[in-house]
């Protein structure tokens, strides 16, 4: 099992740029979450899907921020046009109906 | 909406020390799971409670959850260094698989 793999590691942008992170889940498991994590304001969750359904997207925080699941082992979530405040270090996770989530490793992105 | 609070934010020990990271909702949890995350890595999960008044034990960490389904703790007894990380606890309500995360406990263990 590689676990959950999320692409690329690390992403250097300009600000104004479209960014694509990716997603690959665990097979079998029916939930996947897209968290944003900052030293200011910790582990946000933006999104999860259950069943590659978007389910609750309440922290997007706004519209330049979408996220797609159009199978179950695939996910993107895609900032357009990215600012510098979108720096931070993105996780995607996935399980089972509730029972402990497995995390990827992250993607740090950085908006110059 | 939902919040989970922790404390402390920050924790400083002596190893062989022990160390408590308190955890508490706003609402009642369905169910409150542990996280650790190491310096530069990803959460990992440790734990879930389930049952109001549970506690589970792992080596040297013992988790509860409160009577009322609205708070937890996580105790580590004399710590090692391989403890260094950052403790999350983590919420789901009960209406569905949502889990919010608490901000964390940094725990830093001096020699």
């Known amino acids: 099992d590689a676990g959950v793999i999320q692409s690329p590691r690390h992403e250097v942008t300009e600000m104004g740029q479209e960014v694509t992170l990716r997603c690959k889940p665990i097979?079998?498991?029916?939930?996947l979450f897209w968290y944003r994590q900052t030293m200011m304001r910790g582990l946000e969750l933006l999104i999860y899907f259950n069943n590659n359904v978007p389910i609750d997207d309440s922290g997007m925080p706004e519209d330049r921020f979408s996220a797609k699941m159009p199978n179950a082992s695939f996910s993107t979530l895609k900032i357009q046009p990215s600012e510098p405040r979108d720096s931070a270090v993105y996780f995607c996770?996935?399980?089972?109906?509730?029972?402990?989530?497995?995390f990827g490793s992250g993607t740090r992105l950085t908006v110059v | 909406g939902q919040q989970v609070m922790q404390i402390p934010q920050y924790q400083h020990v002596q190893e062989g020390e022990d160390f408590t990271t308190y955890c508490n909702s706003s609402?009642?949890?369905?169910?409150i799971q542990w996280y650790k995350q190491r310096p530069g890595g990803h959460p990992v999960f440790l734990i879930q409670l389930v049952k109001s008044g549970e506690v589970k034990k792992q080596k040297r960490l013992t988790f509860q959850f409160g009577e009322a389904k609205k708070n937890s703790s996580l105790h580590i007894t004399a710590t090692q260094t391989t403890d260094v990380g950052t403790y999350f606890c983590a919420g789901s309500g009960n209406r569905d698989d949502k889990i919010i995360f608490g901000k964390g406990t940094r725990l830093h263990i001096l020699p």
């Open positions: 996770a996935s399980g089972v109906s509730n029972y402990g989530y497995t």
């Open positions: 609402t009642t949890l369905s169910n």
């Open positions: 097979s079998g498991h029916n939930s």
